[in-house]
């Protein structure tokens, strides 16, 4: 599946709706390192699933905790999973360095 093919599709925990896919982030050889989810509000700030993680199919990203657990995980932070982690955005265009911070992801050139 194309990387960018999971941008937009809905993240289920085992407890319902966790939000949706925002990006993909991968590494400078191409690999998919982890998601980026938009969870409505519910966390707070976009979260980080490990790419992989989840069960994939056509409609959405299936993953085997709750909501709660999902709220406890790991959180977008540019220093940790932006460009000068090595980390890379396969939907940079949704990223502009001014507002995000000086490390917003980027597409790999």
């Not at 993680?53 to 995980?73: H, Q």
């Not at 959180?75 to 932006?82: E, L, N, T, V």
Request: cysteine-free; glycine content about 12%.
């Amino acid at each position: 599946m194309d990387k960018s093919a999971l941008i937009g599709k809905q993240v289920m925990a085992s407890d319902g709706v966790a939000g949706d896919v925002e990006d993909v982030l991968f590494d400078a050889e191409g690999t998919p390192r982890y998601l980026v989810v938009r969870d409505r509000g519910v966390f707070g700030s976009d979260l980080i699933l490990p790419y992989g993680w989840g069960a994939l199919d056509t409609a959405m990203v299936r993953v085997a905790a709750s909501r709660a657990e999902l709220a406890a995980g790991d959180r977008y932070d540019p220093a940790k999973y932006g460009e000068s982690a090595g980390l890379f955005s396969a939907s940079a265009e949704r990223y502009d360095a001014t507002e995000t911070g000086t490390d917003a992801p980027h597409s790999q050139p």
